[in-house]
């Protein structure tokens, strides 16, 4: 019998959208840093000065698109402060606007992702109510009966001497040596 499916534990339509987004905004940067260097000395014989500027700008794309990635790693090892890392990953894709966004599509996924991430709940967990059948046993496992079950109490009379289990506190013969219900030792 399989156990019955919950969805992910982790933010996983963030996680891969923020990814990719982070893998798009690093390769936006890496483009914009090659065509500063191998388009510098056209640039700079229009505007002198801005093929450096398009270098930093391209370093600049490099580094968000590493924090984005960073940051959807987290959101997966840590669900818990997913609406943190959420926060980081929106604030990193505004910041991508000024330096290699990643081809647009970066930027969108990244910002989806990290919308997303903000709004993720875990979720929940039914939890076992007392008193319910296979209650506090794994749900696959025959009950303890027959040979292996605790050993038949003798019936209390009423108003005969009786003693409790200090394991359980269940009513026992004054005579028993281990408890009916449990199994303990009587003292």
Same mark, same amino acid.
């Given at each position: 019998?399989?156990?019955?499916?919950?969805?992910? !534990?982790?933010?996983?339509?963030?996680?891969?959208?923020? &990814?990719? #987004? %982070?893998?798009?905004?690093?390769?936006? #940067?890496? +483009?914009?840093?090659?065509?500063?260097?191998?388009?510098?000395?056209?640039?700079?014989?229009?505007?002198p000065g801005a093929g450096a500027l398009v270098i930093i700008e391209?370093?600049?794309?490099?580094?968000?698109?590493?924090?984005?990635?960073?940051? @959807?790693?987290? /959101?997966? @090892?840590q669900p818990g402060s997913a609406r943190t890392w959420g926060v980081?990953?929106?604030?990193?894709?505004?910041?991508?606007?000024?330096?290699?966004?990643?081809?647009?599509?970066? &930027?969108? &996924?990244? /910002?989806? %992702? #990290?919308?997303? +991430?903000?709004?993720?709940?875990? =979720?929940?967990?039914? $939890?076992?109510?007392?008193? $319910?059948?296979?209650?506090?046993?794994?749900?696959?496992? =025959?009950?303890?009966?027959?040979?292996?079950?605790?050993? @038949?109490?003798? =019936? &209390?009379?009423? #108003?005969? @001497?009786?003693?409790?289990?200090?394991?359980?506190?269940?009513?026992?013969? +004054?005579?028993? $040596?281990?408890?009916?219900?449990?199994?303990?030792? !009587?003292?």
């Amino acid at each position: 019998m399989s156990s019955p499916s919950y969805g992910p !534990m982790f933010p996983s339509t963030a996680y891969w959208l923020s &990814l990719i #987004g %982070g893998v798009l905004i690093l390769l936006g #940067g890496l +483009a914009e840093v090659l065509s500063g260097i191998l388009l510098q000395s056209t640039i700079n014989s229009i505007v002198p000065g801005a093929g450096a500027l398009v270098i930093i700008e391209g370093v600049v794309g490099l580094l968000l698109g590493l924090v984005v990635i960073y940051a @959807a790693f987290r /959101l997966k @090892a840590q669900p818990g402060s997913a609406r943190t890392w959420g926060v980081v990953i929106i604030v990193v894709a505004l910041l991508s606007l000024f330096g290699g966004d990643g081809f647009f599509i970066g &930027l969108i &996924l990244t /910002l989806i %992702g #990290g919308i997303l +991430a903000v709004s993720w709940h875990p =979720p929940v967990m039914p $939890q076992p109510v007392y008193g $319910q059948p296979g209650y506090g046993l794994p749900t696959n496992q =025959p009950t303890p009966t027959g040979p292996w079950g605790p050993p @038949a109490a003798p =019936p &209390l009379q009423p #108003g005969g @001497a009786q003693r409790f289990c200090s394991y359980c506190g269940s009513p026992n013969v +004054a005579s028993a $040596q281990f408890c009916a219900k449990c199994g303990a030792a !009587m003292p």
